[in-house]
C-alpha cells in the first residue's frame, strides 16, 4: 500500500535495478547453494521483471568458493529476451571464460583505496588499472558492454573515510579505458546522504554523466535506503540492490548485507518512479531462498508481506 | 566511522531527538518489563544525552497493560535537569494523575482517519477533539507543554492512503486548541520519502512553521530513514525514534517497529548536524534492554557495533 506522490522533484521518471543477488549477494553468504538453485533463482529473478541481473562471477575458485560452479550456471541459464546478466570478471583469462560462455556484459571490481586495493588484489592503487586495461579494452572491441565498481568509495576498514577526488579520479580512469558504467560503492556501509549527494555532485562536476553514475549500498548501519534517496535527488537512475537483501560483507562488522530490492521497489512504487519489478513475485522468490539458506531474509518488505 | 560531509543544503543545524522507546517502544513490545527496569531504562536514555524522553502513558491499564505501571515509574523517576519526560494523556483523569505525578509535559493521540478514531477511541474524527480540547486547554493553563500526535497520517490500515489536507486540517485543529508541537506518525511505515515531502510542504504552505513539526516513522517497509532524510530536507528538526527500535505496531503486518534511535544518530553524525547523543553509551543501553526482553535489538547500528 506504498502511496504514490505526485511531486517527484529531480527524480528520476524511471530505474534501472541492477540485481546482484546471484553474484554479490551468495557470493557473501556463508551457505554454498547448488548450481541448480542459482539457475533456478536466476530465472525468477527476471520473470520478475529485474531488467539486469548480475549472474556469477569468474574469480578463482579458491578466493571465492561460493561461485566455483560459474561455468555450470551459465551452461543452464535460459536467457530471457531484454533482460542483461553480466558477469564479474577479474582478468584476461576471466574474460576467455565469459566470452566462451556467451557473456554479453561483464564487470570489473577496482577499489578507491590503496589498502583495500592490496588487500583484495596484492597490488597498489595505481597497478589495478594496469590490470583491467587490456581486459576493458579487448571487451570493448569484442563488443561487451563493461561496467567499474569501485568499492570502498566512502570508507575503507583500514583509512577511514575516502577522498571524493580520489574517488573521482579512480572513475575516470575506468570510463577512460572504455567502462560505460560506474558502480559506485559503499562497501562497509558507512555512508550518509550528504556525503552521497557531495560525492556524486564531485563526479558530475569533473564531467561525469549522472547517467553513467549507479549506486551500491549496504546496509550495515541501516542507511542504504537513505542514501539511496539522496542519489536519486542528484538524478542518478541505475541502483545496485540484492533480493532479500542477500549478503554479508566480510569486511564489516555486521552480517546486515546489500540493500534489499524489495525495500527499494517500496520506495521507487511511492515515489512514482518506474521499475518494472513485480514485487509479489520478488518476495516469493526471496522467501524461497531464504529456505535454501536456512535463514530468514533480513528484508523489511519480505518480513512485512510474507510474515516471516 | 560516519563521514561528516560539509554540505548539508537546507538541513537543520540541530536536531532534538524526541525518544519514544520507554512510552512508544514498550507499549507494543510484548513482553511486560519491570517498573524498576523501565526506571533505569529511563536513566540510562537521559544519561546517554537524550533531550526529550517520553516515559510512559496514563492510558486506561486494560488497553495497554505494558504501561500500567505509569505511577510507579513517575515516582521513581530521578529527573535531570534539561531533560523532558512527556507523559500520554488520554483525558481529565490522566491528566489529573499527570498533574499530582509532576509532569510538566503531556501528549494527545489524535488520529487523521475516520476509521482509525473510531477503532481507537470508540468515536469519529471529529469528536476527538471534543475529547481533548479541555484536556489541552487546561494542561496549557497549568503551564505545561503539549504534544498532539496525529496518527495514521499516511496511510490507515482500512482506508488506504490518507488525504494531506485532511490531516493539515487535523493538524490545525490540534495547534489551536493549544498544542505546540505536533509529531506526524506513518503509524503502519507505509510512507515514502515523496509523500513525506509533500505532507510537510502542504504543512508549511497553510501556515504552520516547520519548527512545529515533527515526524514519527515507522520502519515496517525499511522507510523510516529515508523518510527521516526528507523530512530534514524539509528543515524539521524534531525526530522521534526508538532506542534499539524497540516496538512493534499492533495495526501492520510486521513486528517491525521504531525508526532506531541508533540508526537516526548514525545518521546525524554523518550529516554533520547536533544531536546532542552519546551512540556508544545509547548502544550499550539498548543491548541491556533486549537482554530484559529477550529479543535482539532490531537496530542496524546495534547489530553492527554491537556484533549481535
Redesign the interface.
Known amino acids: ?9 529531480g ?1 528520476p521518471a524511471s530505474v534501472t535495478i541492477w540485481e546482484v543477488g546471484p553474484r554479490d549477494g551468495l557470493q557473501n553468504e556463508s551457505g554454498v547453494v547448488p548450481a541448480e538453485v542459482k539457475i533456478e533463482f536466476l530465472h525468477r529473478l527476471a520473470d520478475a521483471g529485474l531488467p539486469v541481473v548480475e549472474t556469477t562471477s569468474f574469480v578463482r575458485p579458491e578466493w571465492v568458493p561460493q561461485l566455483a560452479d560459474a561455468g555450470v550456471v551459465l551452461d543452464g541459464l535460459r536467457r530471457r529476451d531484454g533482460v542483461r546478466y553480466p558477469v564479474l570478471v577479474p582478468n584476461a583469462r576471466g574474460l576467455d571464460r565469459a566470452l566462451d560462455a556467451g557473456v554479453s556484459d561483464i564487470a570489473v571490481f577496482a577499489s578507491a583505496t590503496e589498502t583495500f586495493t592490496r588487500r583484495n588484489l596484492n597490488r597498489g592503487l595505481d597497478e589495478q588499472f594496469a590490470m583491467f586495461d587490456p581486459v576493458v579494452r579487448r571487451a570493448g572491441g569484442e563488443g561487451l558492454r563493461v561496467r567499474g565498481y569501485i568499492s570502498m568509495a ?2 575503507d576498514p583500514w583509512e ?2 575516502v577522498d571524493v577526488d580520489q574517488v573521482v579520479s579512480v572513475g575516470k580512469r575506468l570510463l577512460d579505458m572504455g567502462c560505460d558504467q560506474l558502480s559506485i560503492g559503499d562497501t562497509i ?7 552521497v ?2 560525492l556524486l ?1 564531485t563526479f558530475t562536476g569533473a564531467g561525469v554523466g549522472v547517467e553513467r553514475l549507479a549506486v551500491h549500498f549496504h ?5 542504504a ?2 542514501n ?3 542519489a536519486l535527488r542528484v538524478g542518478v537512475s541505475t541502483v545496485d540492490a540484492s533480493a532479500g537483501g542477500l549478503g554479508g560483507c566480510p569486511y ?5 548485507g546489500n540493500l ?1 530490492t524489495e ?1 527499494l521497489v ?2 521507487l ?4 518512479i518506474e521499475h518494472g519489478v513485480d514485487l509479489e513475485a520478488l518476495v516469493e522468490t526471496s522467501v524461497w531462498m531464504a529456505g535454501h539458506l536456512g535463514r530468514p531474509s533480513p ?3 519480505v ?3 510474507a ?1 516471516q
Chains 1, 2 share one sequence.
Open positions: 500500500m506504498a502511496v504514490t506522490s505526485p511531486e517527484p522533484e527524480l566512502f570508507g577511514g573515510p556501509g558507512v555512508a550518509t546522504p550528504g556525503h549527494e557531495t555532485r546496509d550495515t548501519y541501516g542507511q535506503l537513505a539511496t534517496y539522496a564489516a562488522k555486521s552480517a546486515t534489499a525495500d517500496w520506495m512504487e511511492g515515489l512514482g528484508s523489511r518488505v518480513k512485512a508481506l510474515g
